[in-house]
């Protein structure tokens, strides 16, 4: 992974920006109760992933579906890592990430006739979402196996306290937990993403391996590492009024990575009246949609570029006789050779428009590659909030909606 400011405008970096970023790593380093997932990659629990890797084993061989079901943190992650690497497992469908009925009716109608098993995820064990799309599938799956449904049911959820935990007790269900020390959107390298991400056929050894591999790149206090520049080119961005980060990517498998980037972004820096607002585009897509405000809008964006070289599969462009399109001088040509142009044109274009660019270059794009993305990317976020003065790790502002959801709804939590 390679991470490039050069297009940000920024020349050097600010005595001010330094000795703010300063801090805030001091802050991270000393915050205790919520930063569990610092040192995961590292010290997670080895007999707790042998367990967790026997156990997507076992999906394998009973089922050709896993129902995910979670929502934000408890479900981004895995779905970003499920659609950028396609392996040999079970499929997983997603469930219980809104409330629409046809999501619901969809999902099961995926499931067809198939042998399927349900992975509840839910760190609180109460949010209304995925708990009400779990009675649905619980349903069903009490429906086709009976009494062995409880088989088929894992729960990932607080070891100790919530609605969830005690169910799973008091119906028998295999149980994984969630450390209390660490939060939803931190909490991908957790049995939150490793066992559903396992029972699909990643190679999840290799996604801690390569989280791990960033922790110990970006262990060092200053500009040399590779987050510290992230973070301080945003963060000086912010100051010039730059108020939108626009992640974008030219590979389109790359959706849902993007979409837990703006759910870790947006929870962690958005409150107090603070915090760069978290967009998403996908090039060369959406140049033909947002393409013309990027270029010529409001300039208050930013733009942090994902940019993977080997996509892992490529095609020549064929040379056609007549050539009436003309585009015959690409014949022989691989289409990711023309991706790359469109990425160069495109960031130098933008540049010049007054939006500018941090560059994230992967060689490929593999598990290894993608738990350093995730682990990259949860540091220089938490880091963030405390550079901005926020706390990285609550989410207060997501209950306004819940209190007045519940309030309607007629609930007694509300
Ligand atoms: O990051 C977070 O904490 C949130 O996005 C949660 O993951 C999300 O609200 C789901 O909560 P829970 O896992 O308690 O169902």
């Given at each position: 992974m390679r991470i490039s400011t050069e297009d940000t405008g920024i020349t050097s970096w600010p005595e001010r920006a330094l000795s703010d970023a300063a801090a805030a790593w001091d802050k991270l380093r000393a915050a205790g109760d919520m930063t569990g997932w610092l040192r995961l990659p590292e010290e997670y629990d080895r007999d707790e992933f042998e367990r967790l890797l026997r156990t997507a084993e076992k999906i394998r061989s009973d089922s050709e579906a896993l129902v995910v079901i979670g929502i934000g943190g408890s479900y981004l992650g895995t779905r970003a890592a499920a659609e950028a690497i396609k392996r040999n497992g079970v499929q997983l469908i997603f469930a219980g990430?809104?409330?629409s009925p046809n999501t619901l009716n969809n999902a099961a109608a995926q499931l067809g006739g198939k042998d399927f098993s349900v992975n509840v995820v839910s760190?609180?064990?109460?949010?209304?979402e995925p708990a009400i799309a779990f009675r649905f599938f619980r349903q069903l799956l009490e429906k086709k196996y009976?009494?062995?449904s409880a088989g088929r049911i894992y729960a990932t959820t607080d070891p100790s306290g919530g609605a969830l935990r005690q169910m799973a007790v008091n119906n028998g269900w295999t149980g994984f937990n969630i450390p209390p020390d660490v939060g939803g959107r931190y909490s991908v390298l957790t049995a939150v993403g490793l066992l559903p991400m396992a029972a699909a056929g990643l190679d999840v050894r290799a996604m801690m391996d390569g989280a791990a591999g960033t922790m110990r790149s970006c262990r060092t206090c200053g500009a040399d590492n590779p987050v510290w520049r992230y973070v301080l080119a945003r963060s000086i961005l912010y100051g010039r009024g730059k108020k939108i980060e626009l992640f974008t990517t030219y590979e389109p498998s790359l959706h849902y990575f993007l979409e837990w980037l703006k759910q870790l972004f947006g929870e962690s820096e958005g409150k107090e009246g603070k915090g760069i607002f978290p967009a998403s585009a996908e090039f060369t897509t959406d140049l033909h949609s947002l393409g013309q405000y990027i270029q010529q809008g409001e300039r208050h964006l930013m733009q942090t570029v994902l940019y993977v070289?080997?996509?892992g599969s490529d095609m020549l462009i064929p040379r056609c006789g007549e050539d009436t399109d003309g585009l015959n001088y690409l014949a022989g040509r691989p289409l990711s050779w023309v991706r790359k142009q469109a990425f160069l044109g495109t960031l130098r274009a933008h540049v010049a428009g007054g939006v500018p660019c941090t560059t994230i270059t992967l060689d490929k794009l593999g598990e290894r590659e993608l738990g350093s993305l995730f682990y990259f990317f949860e540091l220089a976020c938490a880091m963030s909030g405390f550079m901005l003065g926020?706390?990285?790790?609550?989410?207060?502002?997501?209950?306004e909606y819940k209190k007045n959801m519940l309030a309607l709804l007629g609930s007694a939590r509300g």
């Open positions: 990430s809104d409330l760190k609180s064990g109460t949010t209304t009976g009494r062995a070289e080997d996509t926020v706390n990285p790790f609550d989410q207060p502002g997501v209950e």
